[in-house]
């Protein structure tokens, strides 16, 4: 059955045919013509996943999924979430959200923090959404080159080093992506 994965990551797309069965031809935007930029304007991870399938959906009336990642963190409300990937700056700047997350929280006591994704899927019309979430917290600084994003200030909970020191196997085995994939997969083979 061909579905639609709204990305154009490689790497995403590789860590989701990993464990997708052999029933599923996973395809691109790119491969069903969708070379714009879709819209991301909901105010939480939930919609922003909803918004970029049923996008696809609507272009393409192909089954598909979006995902939507955030990082929450206690001491700020939540925040950066749903703006993560904007937190600094308008841009992806990577070093600049890392900066600012440590601003944000010098001097707190309360470091406690997740990683969440949601993932929409649309089969046939019906939307149905997952979740993956790992919990942890925010290093005081900065630690290991692995990884992207805030990974070298994430702890998981039950480890003593970040993110970006660990494997991509060894992160991806218990990250919020790889949950909400295994989630995702579950739905899919319907078990
Ligand atoms: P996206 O929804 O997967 O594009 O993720 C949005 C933003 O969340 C990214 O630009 C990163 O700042 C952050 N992020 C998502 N996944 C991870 C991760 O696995 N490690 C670190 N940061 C992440």
Redesign the pocket.
């Known amino acids: 059955m061909k579905i639609v994965f709204a990305t154009n990551n490689a790497h995403?797309l590789a860590e989701v045919r990993a464990v997708l069965g052999e029933g599923f031809e996973l395809v691109t935007l790119r491969e069903v013509g969708i070379t714009e930029d879709i819209p991301e304007t909901g105010a939480t991870l939930e919609e922003n996943a909803s918004q970029k399938a049923r996008y696809v959906y609507e272009r393409t009336g192909l089954d598909c999924f979006a995902?939507?990642?955030?990082?929450e963190v206690e001491a700020l409300n939540g925040a950066p979430g749903v703006r993560?990937?904007r937190?600094a700056t308008d841009g992806?700047d990577?070093a600049a959200?890392n900066r600012k997350l440590l601003d944000e929280l010098q001097g707190e006591d309360n470091r406690r923090a997740r990683?969440r994704?949601v993932i929409s899927l649309i089969r046939g019309g019906e939307e149905q959404r997952v979740e993956g979430i790992v919990r942890g917290s925010i290093a005081l600084t900065e630690a290991g080159c692995g990884?992207?994003?805030?990974?070298p200030l994430?702890i998981p909970e039950g480890y003593d080093v970040t993110?970006a020191e660990m494997s991509a196997n060894e992160?991806n085995s218990i990250?919020?992506?790889g949950r909400a994939v295994a989630e995702l997969v579950k739905v899919l083979n319907g078990r």
């Open positions: 995403k995902d939507d990642t955030g990082l993560s990937a937190y992806h990577f959200n990683f994704t990884g992207f994003g805030y990974d994430f993110f992160k990250s919020h992506r």
